[in-house]
């Protein structure tokens, strides 16, 4: 009988320590799971090399994810935070894992917050309150027009190749800072470390590539304004003569930057919202550096006719490429910019997006959404709808698509 009251005393300590600690925990769960149907024609080539693309069903759900969050006060206004965000998928298709989206371990108190992890830029969380009328990503989404995609991006290797278009990113290994507000002001600035410099020379070429990132927003009643800018440091390698890289203590790293503009308006039941950004890229060698840039820009609306109904209705452009004759095509997560036309030829890489769609709103969690997206390519274009990613080489130039959608989002 002692043998039994002892253990059951042991079991007890041992337990009251992790019973203390679930009793002032803050952790929550938090989630959206969402999913989009869509009937797509992916267009034909124009020109009298005629082919038609296959028209196409697919069920997307960008933007689905499960989240754990908690916060400790510390005490004098001082606070611990973490955030698990991860993506979810109910198709059962995408496997990216765990802390895979906005995730993070902070501090804050009335200095402002700080923390490092894997999280969206300040240029990309100064961009979203304008993109009214259309989502970031899938088939409603504008991103690939104005910012050539938007994803989790990560630095070094291949992969500043692979995402250097994309100026909309999550980005890894980040180390960010949100100031306090001030009467609806604030600012946002975020920098990355330089990991991918472990397994470099210090005279080799991009060595330490870099995203630096800064935003500032004022946000009071129905207004909100927005602005941020973006380097993308050491991005591209200038090759010497013949494709050698040049010696070291020459110029021989190129960047990436961009900067954009948002704004929204609330007008009783009607919310309109505008974005315009450009993005500048240097490409080419030491002996012949050459550069190429782009200018987008949206303008939405969001209108609660009447209880549960409304009307979204986007359009978004991405402005001909301009810069050096002859500059190459630069990749993205979401589409890749066209070569800016060597000289004598007519410029037309730019494109059109179209969009418009019912929405019913069945609570503050739950809606539903049906509607047309059409995409209009000019004659040297390749961009295509989101989730129709064929690239250059299974797209042709000045190939046009259309879709109708249906989509349903839940949040928890």
């Known amino acids: 009988?002692?043998?039994?009251?002892?253990?059951?005393?042991?079991?007890?300590?041992?337990?009251?320590?992790?019973?203390?600690?679930?009793?002032?925990?803050?952790?929550?769960?938090?989630?959206?799971?969402?999913?989009?149907?869509?009937?797509?024609?992916?267009?034909?080539?124009?020109?009298?090399?005629?082919?038609?693309?296959?028209?196409?069903?697919?069920?997307?759900t960008p933007g689905s994810n499960i989240g754990f969050k908690g916060e400790e006060k510390l005490g004098g206004g001082l606070s611990a935070w973490f955030q698990c965000e991860s993506?979810?998928?109910?198709?059962?298709?995408?496997?990216?894992?765990?802390?895979?989206?906005?995730?993070?371990?902070?501090?804050?108190?009335?200095?402002?917050?700080?923390?490092?992890?894997?999280?969206?830029?300040?240029?990309?969380?100064?961009?979203?309150?304008?993109?009214v009328g259309a989502n970031d990503t899938g088939i409603w989404g504008s991103s690939f027009l104005l910012t050539a995609g938007s994803t989790t991006t990560g630095l070094g290797g291949t992969t500043n190749a692979l995402t250097r278009g994309t100026f909309r990113r999550r980005q890894n290994t980040s180390i960010n800072y949100d100031s306090p507000r001030f009467g609806g002001f604030q600012v946002m600035a975020a920098y990355t470390a330089a990991q991918?410099?472990?397994?470099?020379?210090?005279?080799?070429?991009?060595?330490?590539?870099?995203?630096?990132?800064?935003?500032?927003?004022?946000?009071?009643?129905?207004?909100?304004?927005?602005?941020g800018y973006e380097i993308h440091d050491e991005f591209h390698t200038f090759p010497g003569a013949g494709g050698v890289p040049v010696v070291a203590g020459s110029p021989r790293d190129g960047d990436d930057k961009g900067w954009h503009i948002a704004a929204a308006y609330t007008w009783g039941p009607v919310r309109f919202g505008g974005i315009y950004t450009r993005q500048k890229f240097e490409t080419g060698t030491v002996a012949a550096p050459t550069d190429s840039k782009v200018s987008a820009w949206h303008l939405g609306v969001d209108w609660k006719i009447v209880g549960p109904h409304g009307l979204r209705a986007g359009y978004t452009k991405a402005g001909d490429m301009k810069g050096t004759p002859g500059a190459v095509a630069i990749a993205g997560s979401g589409a890749t910019r066209p070569a800016v036309p060597a000289a004598g030829l007519p410029n037309d890489t730019s494109a059109d997006l179209w969009q418009i769609r019912y929405v019913y709103t069945f609570s503050k969690r739950t809606e539903f959404n049906f509607g047309f997206v059409k995409l209009d390519n000019d004659g040297g274009a390749t961009y295509s709808l989101g989730g129709l990613t064929g690239g250059v080489a299974a797209m042709a130039p000045g190939t046009n698509q259309d879709a109708w959608a249906a989509s349903l989002r839940h949040r928890f």
Request: proline residues 6%; charged residues 15%.
């Open 1 to 60: 009988m002692q043998k039994k009251l002892l253990a059951v005393a042991v079991a007890g300590a041992l337990g009251a320590p992790a019973a203390a600690l679930a009793q002032t925990s803050t952790v929550q769960i938090y989630g959206t799971m969402y999913v989009e149907y869509a009937f797509a024609d992916q267009g034909s080539a124009p020109g009298p090399t005629f082919f038609e693309r296959s028209d196409v069903d697919l069920l997307q």
């Open 87 to 131: 993506t979810a998928d109910p198709r059962g298709q995408s496997q990216d894992g765990w802390c895979s989206r906005n995730s993070a371990l902070g501090m804050k108190g009335g200095f402002g917050n700080l923390f490092i992890g894997s999280w969206d830029t300040p240029f990309k969380r100064t961009m979203g309150p304008g993109q």
């Open 196 to 227: 991918s410099a472990t397994a470099t020379l210090d005279g080799a070429n991009n060595n330490k590539p870099r995203v630096m990132s800064l935003g500032a927003q004022y946000s009071a009643g129905p207004i909100y304004v927005a602005g």
